[in-house]
């Protein structure tokens, strides 16, 4: 914390909220700009539906979605269809208020005629979704997973995922939704922050007990009922990848607004927090996605009425502190600098404060007086230089350090293994084909022409049209400028800032209609693919042309 303002620049910020703050200009910020905007249920939503429009099968690990109040009738009229078309189908919905988080505003129901449009938090946006109504259950309750996920990089992706997450329990037993219990929160919605008020809620000292669980306590369970928990690992690991790769398109062009290439910036990464609901027949469904995912190792207890004391959590403590440890040595800058992938002592002693307890009960252990005199000394001399913290003073602890250590060691070697996995590169092969949004937004972000924003202008639609050649004796630019018009109005009058211009997902919907003009009758992603192709070979060809010109 900077109470007095900060004076020099760090290796790593660790904002609490979000990126903005205009004083970076190197290092690196664990938030990513427009993380927070891109992960709202509503955003989300639309991604995804993006994703699904083009890759039915991969992505129907999202629950169908609506978007209220633009999609109401829509929602009603599909709705309809659907169950003349199956009259067994008996759904429910779950209603979120967009921007929400810890329950908040949230309900079911079984009828599209009883979303609520009036009142405060009804009249907000909304996302309104199928509900799952079988969940696997564990004890009978209902539980979710919250898994935590470094976004290292944007650009090349890189991607890691702690090997272990919470569940978090209903303090109800489970039933399937019918009008009686549609209202009982403790029965359905699995939030800690909901779920605490109950008085079924338990803090157990054990991390496979209680009302929150490790994750890896539940595969145990699931394991010895002989269930394929390594495939469950595997959908997971794609699931969050295909998620990642549905939001990297809007993440990238707030990036390139708020750290323009070519300019003094820091670079980024992220731990986000995924929660995902289990199926009955142990498929995976993606909830939501937080920027901010709470990293409090400590709850509430009330001692006595009205009285509360944060006590230690041990759950909470040991998935939360690996997360953090293995984030701050993956992003380690002296890491980086030096080759002998020793990590930088600052780094060390701030993830592993404990060694210092483990020197002390060490040196109390000693039987020889003598040794034990001079290591007494030393450790104090090593607490002095800490305490100090200079860049001086703790190249003297290090060295004092050695010193009690016999040898300089390796600090790396004294950690436990990294909880985080690389998932990707690791797995790009597989997942690589469905990046096509990305390459949708490289060229958007081509054409945006000034720096810092993120629309684009009709000259700048026209001139995308123009270079690609996209426009002939079917297509003439003077319909180019009205599908600019219907498309962009369309959006900015359903957004909630009023900004003028296109945004990427009206640019997605002006590509795809583009695409599906060009090459009918085909899979939406290969009339996709194609005009992609089509773009990037044209302006490539427009490209080494200009070099041409430029030289001669
Ligand atoms: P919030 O950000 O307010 O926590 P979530 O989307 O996480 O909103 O929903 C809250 C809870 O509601 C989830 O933790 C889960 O228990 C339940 N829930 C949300 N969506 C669904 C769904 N489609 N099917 C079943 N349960 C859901």
């Not at 429910?92 to 009036?118: A, S």
């Not at 008085?199 to 000292?205: A, C, K, M, V, Y």
């Not at 498929?283 to 509430?300: C, F, G, Q, T």
Request: charged content about 25%; some cysteine.
């Amino acid at each position: 914390q900077f109470p007095l303002g900060r004076r020099l620049p760090c290796d790593i910020y660790w904002h609490g909220v979000s990126f903005h703050d205009n004083n970076i200009f190197s290092g690196q910020v664990n938030k990513f700009p427009g993380m927070t905007e891109t992960v709202r249920k509503i955003t989300l939503s639309r991604a995804m539906r993006t994703m699904q429009d083009l890759f039915p099968v991969e992505y129907n690990f999202y629950p169908r979605s609506w978007i209220l109040p633009e999609e109401l009738s829509l929602f009603v009229e599909e709705v309809r269809t659907m169950k003349d078309n199956n009259p067994s189908w008996k759904p429910t919905f779950i209603v979120k208020p967009d921007g929400g988080c810890q329950g908040d505003g949230i309900y079911l129901i079984k009828d599209p005629g009883d979303i609520r449009l009036t009142g405060s938090i009804q009249s907000r946006p909304a996302v309104v979704q199928e509900y799952i109504c079988k969940p696997l259950l564990m004890d009978k309750l209902k539980f979710d997973i919250r898994l935590y996920v470094l976004l290292k990089c944007l650009e090349p992706l890189e991607i890691y995922i702690a090997k272990d997450g919470l569940s978090r329990f209903c303090t109800e037993p489970y039933q399937e939704p019918t009008l009686k219990n549609l209202h009982q929160v403790f029965m359905h919605l699995t939030n800690y922050s909901l779920n605490i008020h109950s008085g079924n809620f338990i803090h157990s000292e054990s991390v496979n007990t209680g009302s929150k669980r490790t994750f890896s306590s539940i595969l145990c369970r699931l394991s010895s009922r002989g269930a394929d928990v390594k495939k469950l690992w595997s959908d997971i690991i794609s699931l969050v990848i295909k998620t990642i790769i549905a939001l990297t398109p809007e993440l990238k062009v707030y990036y390139q607004s708020d750290i323009p290439a070519g300019k003094p910036g820091p670079t980024c990464f992220q731990i986000l927090g995924f929660d995902i609901l289990l199926m009955k027949n142990l498929k995976p469904m993606l909830l939501e996605v937080n920027a901010n995912p709470s990293m409090r190792i400590e709850h509430e207890q009330e001692l006595s009425p009205g009285v509360f004391e944060n006590v230690p959590s041990p759950v909470d403590e040991e998935v939360k502190v690996a997360v953090i440890r293995d984030t701050l040595r993956l992003v380690d800058p002296q890491k980086k600098k030096r080759k002998d992938t020793h990590l930088s002592f600052h780094t060390y002693l701030l993830i592993f404060p404990s060694q210092l307890q483990s020197l002390h009960a060490g040196i109390a252990g000693m039987k020889d007086k003598q040794h034990k005199h001079h290591s007494l000394k030393l450790s104090l001399k090593l607490k002095f230089y800490l305490k100090l913290g200079s860049c001086q003073s703790l190249e003297q602890a290090r060295e004092v350090s050695g010193e009690l250590r016999g040898a300089p060691q390796s600090p790396e070697a004294a950690l436990p293994s990294l909880c985080l996995k690389q998932v990707f590169p690791k797995y790009a092969n597989e997942f690589g084909y469905l990046r096509l949004v990305d390459r949708v937004a490289a060229l958007f972000i081509r054409f945006l022409g000034v720096k810092g924003t993120t629309r684009l202008g009709p000259t700048g639609f026209r001139t995308f049209i123009r270079n690609c050649r996209l426009s002939n004796s079917n297509f003439s630019m003077a319909a180019v400028d009205i599908l600019y018009i219907d498309i962009t109005r369309r959006w900015n009058s359903m957004g909630i800032e009023k900004e003028s211009g296109m945004c990427l997902q009206a640019f997605v919907e002006a590509f795809f209609c583009l695409a599906r003009k060009k090459y009918k009758s085909q899979p939406l992603h290969e009339q996709v693919s194609a005009l992609i192709e089509l773009c990037e070979c044209r302006l490539a060809a427009l490209h080494r042309k200009r070099l041409v010109w430029g030289c001669g």
